[in-house]
């Protein structure tokens, strides 16, 4: 008997998850230095705080880490002003997914979506035994029409990530109010904001409002939210996100969560991270000063870029974007090919410093005039 058979069929035909390249592979591949700008990570690294708290804490890692996570919960209640059983803490937010999946679907059980968004959905809903039904965009936008349309009596769960990866468009805060107002009550709306604080910093200077989703938990809707670390606070390799919504909502995912996954040193490192301003400012002033050079470079290369509200730039180029991709990694760059999410003639960027964003630019140009050469 095969091990396959030991597998539940609906497991059987997943995918490997190809995840952004690393610097030391792209390095071993291509021999010389690399850049990623490949996974949306921040190019600043932590701020100073976290580095310290995760120094200080160093030393405790003989003990299983606080499994309520209160001091970094006590924070974030504070920060959103919910209670503190609105907020569950989790090892980055895409294992709030898994534990969203897991918990509420099944097979027979679907999942709606947009086509061109988080690549970890269709994973996540297949490995829990769920279908996930992706609805059209329109202008490289979530269309809440179409999704709404899809959305039939054996769907659970609605996803809406807000900025959108990968293509950094925005949803504004009414166009949610009347999705939340026309949504069926029976299922649970997750709006995944991972970018928000890259959404909100670009809100102000472009008078719009990034979100309403804290009022929409404390108005008691089917809502639940996401937010992670792994971004504008630089904590992508120590896990650690969290969620908001009902008490309800929140003690059912509580209970399905893997006990101690979240680090004592990614808890620390997080609530320190949290009150450091001045990295998260330094942060966001580069990201939305790089969103613009870059998109002004790219369309002075005659390319489709789309204006983001994240720490990354959507762009279509004129050949497989993959074997572009790959050129670029022998220029030193690492970015990311859409093919996967449908866009074989796509890239994502992240925003790098100054620096790397020349450095992008640059091999760009030289990998594009070697196309036209031939
Ligand atoms: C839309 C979206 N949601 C969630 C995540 C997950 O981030 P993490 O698991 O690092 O918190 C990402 C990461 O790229 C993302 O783009």
């Known amino acids: 008997m095969s091990f396959q058979e030991l597998v539940p069929e609906h497991l059987r035909g997943l995918g490997p998850y190809a995840a952004g390249k690393s610097v ?26 976290a580095m310290e708290a995760i120094r200080a804490g160093a030393d405790q890692v003989n003990f299983y880490p606080d499994n309520d996570e209160s001091a970094l919960v006590t924070a974030l209640a504070a920060k959103h002003e919910l209670a503190r059983d ?6 980055g937010s895409t294992s709030f997914l898994d534990v969203i999946c897991r918990t509420l679907l099944g097979p027979g059980l679907n999942a709606v979506t947009s086509s061109r968004s988080f690549i970890q959905y269709p994973l996540l809903t297949r490995a829990a035994g769920g279908h996930l039904v992706e609805a059209p965009m329109q202008d490289d936008r979530f269309d809440l029409q179409a999704v709404l349309r899809a959305i039939t009596p054996a769907t659970r769960v609605v996803f809406v990530a807000n900025p ?21 009550r029976n299922l649970l709306v997750v709006l995944d904001e991972a970018y928000a604080d890259f959404a909100a910093g670009f809100a102000g200077p472009r008078n719009l409002e990034y979100s309403h989703s804290e009022r929409y938990v404390r108005e008691g809707r089917q809502v639940l939210v996401l937010r992670t670390f792994s971004k504008a606070h630089g904590l992508a390799g120590l896990r650690v996100g969290y969620g908001f919504g ?21 808890e620390a490192a997080a609530l320190a991270a949290l009150s450091d301003h001045t990295h998260i ?7 939305a000063q790089g969103a613009e050079w870059l998109l002004r470079e790219l369309q002075a290369l005659g390319l489709r870029a789309l204006p983001t509200w994240a720490n990354f730039v ?29 866009a074989p003639s796509s890239i994502r960027v992240s925003i790098g410093t100054p620096e790397q964003n020349e450095l992008f630019i640059r091999a760009l140009q030289r990998c594009l005039a070697a196309v036209s050469a031939h």
């Open 314 to 342: 959507y762009f279509d180029v004129p050949e497989p974007a993959r074997e572009l991709a790959d050129r670029l990694q022998l220029e030193g760059v690492i970015v990311r090919p859409l093919t996967a999410w449908g």
């Open 246 to 266: 009902s008490a309800e909502v929140i003690s059912v995912f509580a209970r399905v969560r893997t006990i101690f996954s979240v680090s004592g040193l990614a």
């Open 24 to 49: 030391k592979r792209a390095q071993a591949e291509s021999g010389i230095e690399c850049v990623k700008l490949a996974s949306n990570e921040n190019p600043f690294g932590p701020s100073p705080a």
């Open 164 to 184: 959108n990866n990968p293509t950094g468009t925005l949803l504004q805060p009414g166009e949610i109010d009347l999705f939340l107002e026309r949504v069926p």
């Open 86 to 91: 609105q907020i569950l803490v989790t090892a």
């Open 281 to 287: 400012s330094r942060v966001l002033h580069n990201n």
